[in-house]
């Protein structure tokens, strides 16, 4: 039975990949679930017929998290729903071509910063304004996708994409410890090379495949053991677990 008070949770680039799989992760976990998403509309609404399938309520609500004032009006589109903003999973992310650092553009580095880490900014601040008791909030989680590239800096691939890591890992740190006094716990989530369709956008699609045999599991890993990992974090079970960076990678 559907409880009276909606607990939000937002999946930010929630229509596919790690994101999907996060949102039917959380519904069978009794969340409900709002799903952003950036282009792709018919496959944000085919995974709320999902949601609601399981019984819990979902909204779309498209934003491109690197515009602040789309990521604004995401936020207040879901107030308007009713119920509380609980839950928080900064998932959206992009990678670019893979290529050598000489090669590189601003723009590129740009695209990459405004959606990987500034996007991450704008809804964690979202977020904290809705949920932290010193706003008037009853507190909640913060899950942010980060990458093991953070540490390995994906050389020869795309350093750029792994640098924007490495800055969501310290912002998880640091976010941690601020919130935490005020009923938020933030924590981390650091995936090895999962199967998505993320790969194809930098060209890596048969590299990332090939690279199974180097992986200490030797597989690549499904979304759906990555959704697992952030709705642990986002729930109750976690009580005690802030600031943490989970590796989800077969032991990479
Ligand atoms: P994916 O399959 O490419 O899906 C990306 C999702 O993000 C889509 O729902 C997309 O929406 C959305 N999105 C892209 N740009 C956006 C923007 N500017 N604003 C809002 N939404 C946006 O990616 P994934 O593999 O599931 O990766 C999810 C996260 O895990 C990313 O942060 C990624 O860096 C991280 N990660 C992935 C891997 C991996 O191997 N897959 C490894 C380490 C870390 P549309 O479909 O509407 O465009």
Not at 12 to 35: F, K, N, Y
Not at 53 to 59: K, W, Y
Not at 122 to 129: G, M, P, S, W, Y
Request: charged share 20%; aromatic share 4%; hydrophobic share 50%.
């Amino acid at each position: 039975m559907m409880s009276p008070v909606s607990n939000w949770v937002l999946i930010t680039g929630g229509s596919r990949g790690i994101g999907a799989a996060t949102a039917l992760r959380c519904a069978a976990a009794g969340w409900d679930v709002a799903i952003n998403y950036a282009r792709d509309a018919a496959a944000a609404d085919a995974l709320a017929g999902q949601v609601r399938a399981l019984g819990r309520r979902a909204v779309t609500l498209q934003a491109d998290v690197a515009d602040e004032d789309q990521v604004a009006t995401m936020f207040e589109r879901l107030d308007a729903q009713g119920g509380r903003l609980a839950g928080l999973v900064n998932n959206a992310g992009i990678v670019a071509p893979v290529a050598r650092l000489e090669v590189m553009t601003t723009e590129r580095w740009r695209r990459l910063f405004e959606v990987n880490v500034l996007g991450t900014l704008r809804c964690c601040q979202q977020a904290a304004r809705r949920m932290s008791t010193r706003h008037g909030g009853a507190g909640g989680a913060i899950v942010n996708l980060s990458s093991r590239a953070a540490e390995f800096g994906s050389a020869g691939i795309y350093v750029d994409y792994a640098a924007t890591k490495g800055a969501v890992d310290t912002l998880t740190k640091g976010l941690a410890r601020e919130l935490i006094g005020e009923g938020i716990r933030v924590n981390g989530v650091r995936p090895g090379i999962i199967e998505t369709d993320i790969h194809a956008a930098s060209g890596m699609g048969a590299a990332a495949a090939a690279a199974a045999s180097t992986i200490p599991i030797q597989r690549l890993g499904r979304a759906e053991e990555v959704a697992e990992a952030i709705a642990w974090l986002l729930s109750e079970a976690a009580s005690y677990t802030v600031g943490a960076l989970l590796d989800v990678a077969g032991g990479r």
